[in-house]
């Protein structure tokens, strides 16, 4: 939100005619007034005052919260394509929007998402939201977080989730930032929990490292936003030909919210490799012995369609770089299967790996600390307990 | 380093500037330094590595006492202290500890003190900054205790000096010849007067590369293998006499206070090393097991362990006193200036307290690395371990370099019942 | 020019352990650190500052109890110029909302910087959301999972940078100011301080301003000025030792096999 300073405000207009959203006006004595509800904290008013009169006063959206309802999932895309987050998210916001007695609503921002909004649908959405137009091809913070607190103001939803991808972990805290309000970052659980007669969204995330689950409600703010970790919801069934309303709004961005480029692409360079987000995580540690024995590791994570990991020693002697490194100074994963080969189970380690629905360890050491997270322990030499495994998954290939 | 940790309660009486210093010795040390370098360094032998003097020089540890206008880093003797603390925790094996804070800083400080333009610029700034080495030579195959008793001569000739001699177990000597530099040699100027033969005795400095300077092969030491021991012979080398230490005939009492701050240095670094051995230690019988019970339970174990730490802790308060009686001394001296008139503490004090923690703290390491290995049994004795290159190490210092165990106990009973009771004229 | 680099002063989590029995966080004597990712932060200003034909000054900003002093020194003696401490009572308890407040509130006071850095991510709390919620108070850009800064322009006002995101690595440039949240590279060696630096830290101002000298009321900050709450905090339940096998490899392979199949992750 903004402050104005009625001294210093001549009453020119211009910043009336700037604001994209049409919160400002000038009242009876000729002076601008903000619409609080409406103000998206954009700041193009702020470069527009002659005077100086107009400074940014961000404050917590506290006031009515019976205004608010529904249920939003952001529909994170790339190249147009809804990434698995999206749907994971409308499957538990299923859930909590009958809870709620709420509508369930996607929110899809890109250049060409019309397929991107209808999948929503599919997945359970009863409405979607889109803005569609070429400025929005990349995502950038800007134009992205004013996009989506425009719609925010305008149709004031009770719940926002987003997944904690990097992008929503951009986005989700800038919008939070503008609007002022509560957010809860990278969520394991979600829930409802009634207080004072209202029910709130109940936010469950690990912290002090994952030593400890906390409980979070954001009681005074409307919408109660989240960013989710991918994998901890599934993803429920694709249903065919679902209507979903699309509500398609324009978003009028000024040139000024252009405030970062995207030059290039980086190539050659190895970025994410997706331990964050994969189904299948094949991880390994010193127990493997050599940077060349990670090829059995590879051959696995192959036949599984899954993605190699590893635990910070590896990192430290350069035999896979940082982007597989799981863990607490590495990444947390929460895939479908997590496979250890060779780890022994350091602590920070254990924490990185908590919320995988299923841990296979294999370790030589029958004390391994790896064991007392698994589901399944082999006690035994990797090297002999892999490629017997592998002959197994590719005979079942063959047949 | 360790799981255990055994210094955490040291850090409530530092300064903030020496909670730095702590973290930042021990970051690089764990980076540039770690134990397993120290065990190949020992497998493989000298010259001690350039990279990590250039290294530890950039973090500005060699000669910090020294002050800025001379290339230094203006320590207080304590600061310098814990730096060769943390500096024998980084490296057990005291090689380090040896080349880079017992020689180059106690006796380069020294250096510092009482050399002129010519001393500070060729030999004192280059060694600061990793580029040179400086080393100290006093023993002759004659001996080294006795300090006064060599043989090693120089003779004026206009404005040079003519030396000629032999100097033995000195440390430093192929990494002096590797880098360049030069040694503080003490020489007779004169006849050594029957009733007081520390007069008539000079220091100079010989640059390693002097015509006439005739290194030895190194001995092959025991122990602390990373930093060299050898000797060399002086066969009528000339300096000039700006590379003359201090004034004619008082070399004595610049090697005196040499000694002084080596033995406060090496005192700390053997702190340090009996900390990372009481570590590790602590680490391996929380950890192993026999009979049913990890071996800490034992008391047999655990109370040996308790008698190391609790006199280990007492020696690092005694190095931090003796640190703070040295930094006092100076500070009432004056810059330049040999200490005559006893202000707080008389230099009798001093040496008596310096003597004390030369003693004991490399004796207590040696003992706990002793202990250590008897715990681990078969696995301690092995060389690579951290145990046996501790114990080969810190041995030196047992045995009599910096001023072995006997002369120690000389000052400090002369310096406490009197000069009468001294035993030996 | 002025940086302004946010740090925070963290337990070491690589230092912390669970008590066993009760499934809580031993936190007696775990050493605070600097958060790495901020250390990582205030390196990338340094070189940017060696780099820069202009004069930099940098400033190190913390918001956190008293001994979070300590963490400053240490920004101090790798190469801040200024230490500032925004540290009260009235200050605790902050989500990340008020916390990203206080910080507002001390830029304010400082009269604002050029360009703004902070760790992507602190290793306690893990949220990532400081950096661009201090950005929408300061209504700049913000620019998060930053793995380095290629070039500086600070006369055409703009600079370039290197961002991780979820598909790779891009290239930006952006108007400045901007915040950037930056990600620790993997070959990230931070900056060791020396002797000198260090007794130069000694001498460098360090500020500690509380709630007076921020102004504002009570309300907005610490606890109160929260929009999160945490209600409970309970440790995360263990899922106990599943099923254990000692035996020949091929079998141990058939016990996974079997279980893959159960869980659908490969065909039947």
């Known amino acids: 939100m903004i402050k104005i300073d009625r001294e210093e405000c001549i009453g020119c207009g211009e910043c009336v005619e700037v604001c994209p959203v049409d919160a400002l006006s000038l009242d009876s004595e000729e002076k601008a007034v903000v619409d609080e509800d409406t103000c998206t904290s954009c700041g193009l008013c702020i470069s527009t005052c002659p005077t100086n009169a107009i400074e940014t006063k961000i404050m917590a959206r506290k006031g009515d919260t019976s205004q608010y309802s529904g249920v ?328 | 380093m360790a799981d255990t940790d055994l210094a955490r309660d040291d850090e409530f009486e530092l300064t903030e500037e020496q909670k730095l210093l702590k973290e930042s010795l021990l970051d690089w040390g764990e980076r540039e330094l770690p134990l397993t370098r120290v065990i190949e360094m020992n497998q493989e032998g000298h010259p001690y590595p350039e990279d990590i003097i250039k290294s530890l020089a950039n973090l500005g540890v060699i000669m910090g006492p020294v002050p800025e206008e001379h290339g230094g880093s203006g320590l207080s003797w304590e600061d310098q202290a814990i ?269 008596r307290w310096i003597s004390m923690i030369k003693w004991k703290a490399p004796h207590l390491a040696k003992e706990a690395a002793d202990k250590a290995m008897h715990w681990l049994g078969a696995a301690g004795y092995a060389d690579d371990y951290v145990f046996e290159t501790a114990w080969k190490g810190v041995m030196s210092y047992c045995v009599g370099a910096e001023g072995g165990a006997n002369i120690q106990k000389i000052v400090i009973g002369r310096e406490t019942l009197g000069p009468e009771y001294v035993p030996y004229k | 020019m002025d940086f302004l680099v946010f740090i925070k002063q963290v337990p070491d989590t690589d230092e912390v352990k669970v008590d066993e029995e009760s499934g809580t966080i031993i936190r007696e004597g775990v050493p605070s650190i600097l958060n790495p990712f901020d250390e990582y932060a205030l390196n990338l200003a340094l070189r940017l500052k060696e780099g820069m034909e202009d004069e930099v000054n940098i400033t190190a900003m913390s918001m956190g109890p008293p001994q979070a002093k300590d963490a400053l020194k240490k920004c101090l003696a790798i190469g801040a110029d200024r230490g500032i401490l925004l540290s009260d009572k009235v200050f605790g308890g902050a989500d990340t909302w008020a916390t990203s407040f206080t910080l507002f509130k001390g830029v304010e006071k400082m009269g604002g910087a050029d360009l703004y850095f902070s760790g992507q991510e602190a290793t306690d709390g893990n949220t990532a959301q400081v950096g661009p919620e201090l950005a929408s108070h300061l209504n700049l850009s913000s620019m998060t999972y930053v793995e380095d800064v290629l070039d500086i322009n600070p006369k055409e006002g703009y600079l370039t940078a290197k961002k991780e995101t979820d598909e790779g690595f891009i290239k930006l440039k952006s108007e400045l100011p901007v915040v950037l949240s930056c990600m620790t590279p993997p070959d990230f060696e931070p900056k060791i301080p020396g002797v000198k630096e260090i007794m130069k830290a000694k001498n460098k101002p360090l500020d500690t301003w509380n709630h007076d000298d921020l102004g504002g009321t009570e309300e907005e900050y610490g606890l109160e000025g929260s929009e999160s709450q945490v209600i409970s905090t309970y440790p995360p339940p263990s899922k106990g030792p599943g099923e254990k096998f000692e035996g020949p490899a091929e079998e141990g392979a058939e016990k996974i096999f079997a279980l893959l199949k159960d869980e659908g992750v490969c065909d039947d």
């Open chain 2, 83 to 351: 730096i060769a603390d943390q500096i024998g925790y980084i490296d057990p094996s005291i090689a380090t500890a040896a080349g880079l804070m017992a020689v180059e800083t106690g006796w380069g400080y020294t250096l510092n003190r009482y050399g002129n333009e010519t001393i500070q610029e060729k030999f004192v700034k280059p060694a600061i900054n990793g580029d040179q080495f400086v080393g100290i030579a006093t023993t002759e195959p004659g001996g080294g205790s006795d300090v006064a008793g060599f043989e090693s001569t120089a003779e004026r000739d206009g404005d040079d000096w003519i030396l000629n001699g032999e100097k033995t177990f000195i440390s430093g000597t192929e990494e002096a010849q590797k880098m360049g530099g030069a040694f503080w040699v003490n020489v007779r100027t004169g006849p050594a007067p029957e009733d007081a033969p520390h007069k008539n005795m000079t220091s100079f400095c010989v640059p390693v590369d002097a015509d006439g300077m005739n290194f030895q092969e190194p001995y092959r030491d025991a122990g602390r293998m990373a930093i060299s021991t050898g000797g060399f012979i002086m066969e009528d080398v000339r300096i000039p006499d700006r590379f003359r230490l201090g004034e004619v005939d008082k070399g004595f009492y610049y090697t005196m206070e040499g000694f002084d701050n080596a033995r406060i240095l090496i005192g700390a670094s053997s702190v340090g090393v009996t900390r990372r051995v009481l570590e590790e230690a602590a680490d391996y019988i929380k950890e192993r097991e026999t009979f049913g019970n990890p071996l800490a339970k034992y008391e047999g174990i655990q109370f040996e362990f308790s008698d190391l730490y609790t006199r280990m802790k007492a020696l690092r308060l005694m190095y931090q006193q003796v640190a703070r009686m040295q930094e006092k001394r100076y500070q009432e001296a004056g810059k330049g200036e040999r200490k005559r008139e006893p202000k707080t503490y008389s230099s009798t004090d001093v040496a």
């Open chain 1, 72 to 399: 939003w999932v952001f529909g994170e895309t790339n190249d147009g394509n809804l990434k698995e987050v999206g749907p994971q998210l409308l499957g538990k916001g299923r859930e909590l929007a009958s809870e709620f007695n709420d509508q369930l609503s996607a929110v899809v921002i890109g250049s060409d998402v019309k397929d991107a909004a209808a999948k929503c649908g599919n997945y359970g959405a009863e409405k979607v939201y889109m803005v569609e137009g070429e400025e929005f091809d990349q995502y950038k913070t800007l134009p992205f977080s004013f996009a989506m607190s425009q719609l925010i103001s305008e149709f004031k939803p009770r719940v926002v989730l987003y997944g904690a991808t990097h992008l929503g972990r951009d986005l989700a805290p800038s919008v939070a930032g503008r609007l002022g309000l509560g957010l809860t970052a990278d969520c394991t659980g979600l829930s409802i929990k009634e207080e004072d007669g209202e029910k709130l969204l109940l936010q469950t995330r690990p912290a002090f490292g994952g030593n400890l689950i906390a409980e979070i409600v954001c009681p005074n703010t409307r919408p109660q936003m989240a960013t989710v970790r991918p994998n901890v919801f599934s993803c429920p069934e694709e249903t065919e030909n679902s209507q979903p309303e699309i509500i398609e709004r324009e978003v009028d961005l000024n040139p000024e919210l252009f405030k970062v480029e995207i030059l290039e692409r980086l190539s050659g360079e190895e970025g994410e490799v997706g331990v964050e987000e994969a189904d299948v995580v094949i991880a390994g540690g010193r127990g493997v012995g050599s940077e060349e024995n990670f090829q059995l590791l590879e051959e696995l994570a192959d036949a599984l369609d899954g993605v190699v990991g590893c635990s910070r020693p590896i990192v430290e002697d350069g035999w896979l770089s940082k982007a597989h490194q799981v863990g607490q100074s590495g990444k947390t994963v929460s895939p479908k299967l997590y496979i250890a080969c060779g780890i022994s189970g350091a602590i920070q380690h254990k924490v990185g790996i908590r919320d995988s629905d299923t841990i296979i360890a294999i370790n030589k050491d029958p004390e391994a600390p790896i064991f007392d997270v698994a589901d399944l322990s082999v006690v035994g030499d990797l090297h002999e307990v892999l490629p017997e495994l592998l002959e197994l998954l590719g005979g079942e290939d063959g047949s």
